[in-house]
């Protein structure tokens, strides 16, 4: 029985990663959302942090694009555009004024960049993050339908208003680092904009006395003690 249960442990898999994905009414809605989200799985304590909203990176195409939320990339096997992208195998970077896309826009206030699809069916975040968030656009509005899957083989195509423009937050979160997060598109004339990529940034704790501290600290209540006990005797 104890080589059963034993077996049973260690045969036990790890819990698997968490997608999250809440349709929004604007860029304000999507923003309470993800407060509302961080507040309920890691308390009131814990804020958003910000890892990359593209606004330094330039405008243009690309096959590769490392970030503080980790490296973008094409997947082997990705298919090249066929609608109003460049119709190569690449993403871009666009901003209001030189996209070709109708329905995609920059999500972060006071900003314009956002990374496109560029309509390609397979895009790729490489990540060494347990947690990431993230708005996306304009999915599945004209047909085709998306995919997010993570490294451990967690997969979630729930978004529900495809319609032109549509807006949704999404949040991934494991008990381990993530590895990475695909866009899986079965259309390649039906892409998205990725925008405000982010984490989760827990409080600072209390520095724990190291042991010199806590021998000074003993001394001082040590002495502290003394003296009133020599003021109780007198």
């Known amino acids: 029985i104890q080589l059963?249960?034993?077996?049973?442990?260690?045969?036990?898999?790890?819990?698997?990663?968490?997608i999250t994905i809440i349709p929004a009414t604007s860029v304000a809605n999507a923003t309470a959302d993800r407060n509302i989200w961080?507040?309920?799985?890691?308390?009131?304590?814990?804020?958003?942090?910000?890892?990359?909203?593209?606004?330094?990176?330039?405008?243009?195409?690309?096959?590769?694009?490392?970030?503080?939320?980790?490296?973008?990339?094409?997947m082997p096997g990705s298919k090249a555009s066929t609608g109003s992208g460049t119709h190569k195998n690449d993403f871009t970077i666009l901003n209001s004024s030189d996209t070709p896309f109708q329905g995609r826009y920059n999500t972060t206030p006071g900003g314009k960049n956002?990374?496109?699809?560029?309509?390609?069916?397979?895009?790729?975040?490489?990540?060494?993050?347990?947690?990431?968030?993230?708005?996306?656009?304009?999915v599945d509005d004209t047909g085709g339908k998306l995919t997010i899957q993570t490294a451990d083989g967690t997969?979630?195509?729930?978004?529900?208003?495809?319609?032109?423009?549509d807006l949704y937050f999404v949040a991934i979160t494991g008990p381990d680092p993530i590895g990475y997060?695909?866009?899986?598109?079965?259309s390649q004339a039906d892409g998205y904009g990725l925008d405000d990529f982010g984490t989760v940034k827990f409080p600072a704790l209390a520095p724990v006395p190291e042991p010199a501290s806590?021998?000074?600290?003993?001394?001082?209540?040590?002495?502290?003690?003394?003296?009133?006990g020599r003021r109780e005797r007198k």
């Open 155 to 165: 997969t979630s195509s729930a978004f529900t208003s495809p319609v032109n423009g």
């Open 38 to 74: 961080i507040a309920e799985n890691f308390g009131s304590a814990v804020t958003a942090e910000t890892l990359t909203g593209f606004e330094d990176d330039t405008s243009g195409s690309y096959t590769s694009l490392a970030t503080t939320a980790g490296t973008f990339s094409v």
């Open 181 to 186: 997060i695909r866009w899986l598109n079965t």
């Open 114 to 138: 956002w990374l496109d699809s560029n309509d390609i069916t397979q895009l790729q975040l490489t990540t060494s993050f347990d947690t990431i968030y993230f708005f996306i656009t304009d």
């Open 214 to 228: 806590w021998i000074i600290l003993g001394v001082a209540m040590f002495l502290l003690w003394a003296a009133v």
């Open 4 to 18: 059963a249960a034993l077996l049973a442990i260690v045969l036990t898999p790890a819990s698997a990663d968490i």
